[in-house]
């Protein structure tokens, strides 16, 4: 079976409380160390891959994210999905081409620009376009910028959800949704919905935001700055 097929499996059927956990490696060593753990697939952080090579978020120029995303493809055999942001202005087709070349199943796309929320439908005709040149080549994580940057209204975000899933989106990622409306936007969302969670205890557990409506749970660039904060400590210790 085809990568792309297994990582699209993954996504259907979930019971309550079972959502898809993907944990974010950002380089080779960190997606082996993910892979060895057990988890069934991975999903690149754009945040994470910034900071490990020097770039603020959302400053990483298009040859190197997606060199960064080859090499975590390359150290392992599970799938992985790839957040390449916008899209850094590339055609949907030279953006499809790329990823395909990386060897990323999926990947995540959000809908706004420098924090500002795109026009919806505008972008829901890119995702078509995305969504026609990959085929089922590829997963789309279509990213939903509401509650990030919009007036955080639930009922807009379903709309804009809408859109994106009739354009072949195959989830939405209202990323920064609180827990509480997460059932409301499984009422009016069709198909996986990816919600984000966090490392530090402060939040719902995976299983928690499975039980209210996640179909998957992905952390961002959590794990490489708690990675950084462990390497903090652990160089303060060679002072002594």
Known sequence: MRKVDVFRALHRNRLPGDPLVLPGPWDAISARVCEEAGFPALATP???IAASLGHRDGATPADEMFAAVAR?????DVPVSADIEGG????PKELVERLLAAG??????EDSEDGTLKDAHRHADWLAEVRYEAGDELFVNARVDTFAYGDGDPERAIERAALYVAAGAECVYPIGAPA???????????????????????GPSPTTLGELGATRVTFGPGLQRW???ALQGMVGELKR
């Open 227 to 229: 990675a950084a904060l």
């Open 180 to 202: 509480d409306v997460l059932p409301l936007l499984r009422s009016g969302i069709q198909g996986p919905i990816n919600l984000g969670g966090r490392l530090d205890g402060k």
């Open 72 to 76: 975590v493809c390359g150290a392992v």
């Open 46 to 48: 754009s945040a994470g």
């Open 88 to 91: 850094y202005g590339l055609t």
């Open 104 to 109: 990323a199943v999926g990947c995540n796309l």
